[in-house]
Every structure is written in structure tokens, then in C-alpha cells.
């Protein structure tokens, strides 16, 4: 691949314009300093602020990673919901270990997050799911996700015979193969971009049920 395509290294005065980001707080939460950054990112980020790459592994240790949306900050976790057989799904139930990655562009913030992952309740399944809107829990409902697929076209026609039984009513069941995942973190990194790559780095470590211990990181 030609190095032409991609964007040129900042000159130093392209660095000195930008001038320097505030320096991330010293704190002892991590979840308030999270949201106070989504919220940021909400407010500049053109769509999907609770976009995040999620890595698993598959049963040979080979690391996979996709974008997913986090749809739940409760519990002390990070939730998400999936086709509970996808790739994702398998993946994690043979290794209910991973790591996300949170990348604001806008706000030139990340936040990575590593943790175990475990099944939310179907309850909690349920009331997600019931807020989705009709034609997407159809989809879903239609949906091998991850499989192989004939063509596009079987996939429209399962979709079609979806709708035909449930129309786009409230009562659109999830289907068994539906589910979420939290990931419960034992480590948060919050970093944010300085000008000539002097950047800020804030690790979290979990030392018990109670309380995080901090870190500065070298950029």
C-alpha cells in the first residue's frame, strides 16, 4: 500500500497551533470519570458515542475484534447485547475474558477496559430488547449472525416471513439466541492526546471490591 493515501506526521507547528488538552483529573472513580468523557463525546462526536471495539479470543487463542455499542453502565460493568451464537458469543463462552476500546475522535480521548465477562439476567435481555425498534428485532429474529449465508436475498426473504407473523407490533418476542454480556473491569486506562505526542495517561487497577488503585502511564 502506497504511504501517499495516508495522513502526513503533524508538523511542529501544526502541534504548537493545536496547543495542549487538559490534563486528566486525579480521581478515585472510574466509572464518574467514564461518563463525564461519554458525555463529552456525546455532545462532539457526529454519531455513536457508545461505539466500542470488543476483543475476544477463539478456542485457539487467536484474538478477534468488532465494533459493538455499549448499552448499559450498571453493576459495576460495561454491558452490550448480541446473537448469543455470533462469533462473539462462542468466543465468549469459551473464554469470558476481554477487552474494549472506547475512541473519540473528536475529543481525541480513548478509554480500553479489560475485565471478565458474564450473561445478563433474561430480564435484563428482555427490557433492552423490548426497546428496540420492531423492524430490528425482526432482523435479529431472522438473523444467523456470523454464519454463512446463501445470499442476501434469503436473508430479505426470512425477514419478510418474520414480519408477516409478527407485524411491527410491541410483541415481538426475543428469541432464545438473544442475549447481553457485562464485562466487569479489573482495569481502566483513560488517555488523552497532547501535542507532540506528549500524551496523558490515568490506569486504573481493581484492588478489591471497594476501591482502584492509580497509575500515571509514559506516553
Same mark, same amino acid.
Given at each position: 500500500?502506497?504511504?501517499?493515501?495516508?495522513?502526513p506526521?503533524?508538523?511542529?507547528?501544526?502541534?504548537?497551533?493545536?496547543?495542549?488538552?487538559?490534563?486528566?483529573?486525579?480521581?478515585?472513580?472510574?466509572?464518574?470519570?467514564?461518563?463525564?468523557?461519554?458525555?463529552?463525546a456525546?455532545?462532539?462526536?457526529?454519531?455513536?458515542a457508545?461505539a466500542?471495539?470488543?476483543?475476544?479470543?477463539?478456542?485457539?487463542?487467536r484474538?478477534?475484534?468488532?465494533?459493538?455499542?455499549?448499552?448499559?453502565?450498571?453493576?459495576?460493568?460495561?454491558?452490550?447485547?448480541?446473537?448469543?451464537?455470533?462469533? =462473539?458469543?462462542?468466543?465468549?463462552?469459551?473464554?469470558?475474558?476481554?477487552?474494549?476500546?472506547?475512541?473519540?475522535k473528536?475529543?481525541?480521548r480513548?478509554?480500553?477496559?479489560?475485565?471478565?465477562?458474564?450473561?445478563?439476567?433474561?430480564?435484563?435481555?428482555?427490557?433492552?430488547?423490548?426497546?428496540?425498534?420492531?423492524?430490528?428485532?425482526?432482523?435479529?429474529?431472522?438473523?444467523?449472525?456470523?454464519?454463512?449465508?446463501?445470499?442476501?436475498?434469503?436473508?430479505?426473504?426470512?425477514?419478510?416471513?418474520?414480519?408477516?407473523?409478527?407485524?411491527?407490533?410491541?410483541?415481538?418476542?426475543?428469541?432464545?439466541?438473544?442475549?447481553?454480556?457485562?464485562?466487569?473491569?479489573t482495569?481502566?486506562?483513560?488517555?488523552q492526546?497532547?501535542?507532540?505526542?506528549?500524551?496523558?495517561?490515568? =490506569?486504573?487497577?481493581? =484492588?478489591?471490591?471497594?476501591?482502584?488503585?492509580?497509575?500515571?502511564?509514559?506516553?
Amino acid at each position: 500500500m502506497s504511504s501517499s493515501i495516508l495522513p502526513p506526521t503533524p508538523s511542529a507547528a501544526e502541534y504548537a497551533a493545536s496547543g495542549d488538552r487538559p490534563l486528566i483529573p486525579d480521581t478515585a472513580d472510574p466509572f464518574a470519570l467514564f461518563e463525564a468523557w461519554m458525555a463529552d463525546a456525546r455532545a462532539a462526536e457526529p454519531n455513536d458515542a457508545n461505539a466500542m471495539s470488543l476483543a475476544t479470543v477463539d478456542g485457539d487463542g487467536r484474538p478477534d475484534v468488532r465494533i459493538v455499542l455499549l448499552k448499559g453502565l450498571e453493576g459495576g460493568g460495561f454491558t452490550f447485547f448480541t446473537n448469543l451464537e455470533s462469533a =462473539k458469543g462462542v468466543q465468549l463462552a469459551g473464554q469470558p475474558q476481554a477487552a474494549l476500546c472506547f475512541h473519540w475522535k473528536s475529543v481525541r480521548r480513548q478509554v480500553r477496559i479489560r475485565g471478565s465477562v458474564t450473561r445478563v439476567t433474561d430480564a435484563e435481555a428482555d427490557a433492552y430488547f423490548a426497546t428496540r425498534a420492531a423492524q430490528s428485532r425482526i432482523s435479529a429474529i431472522a438473523s444467523d449472525q456470523s454464519r454463512p449465508m446463501a445470499s442476501r436475498a434469503t436473508y430479505e426473504q426470512r425477514v419478510a416471513e418474520v414480519s408477516t407473523i409478527y407485524g411491527d407490533g410491541p410483541d415481538i418476542p426475543r428469541p432464545h439466541f438473544w442475549g447481553g454480556y457485562r464485562l466487569t473491569p479489573t482495569e481502566i486506562e483513560f488517555w488523552q492526546d497532547q501535542a507532540f505526542r506528549m500524551h496523558d495517561r490515568l =490506569k486504573f487497577c481493581r =484492588k478489591d471490591s471497594e476501591g482502584w488503585a492509580t497509575v500515571r502511564l509514559y506516553p
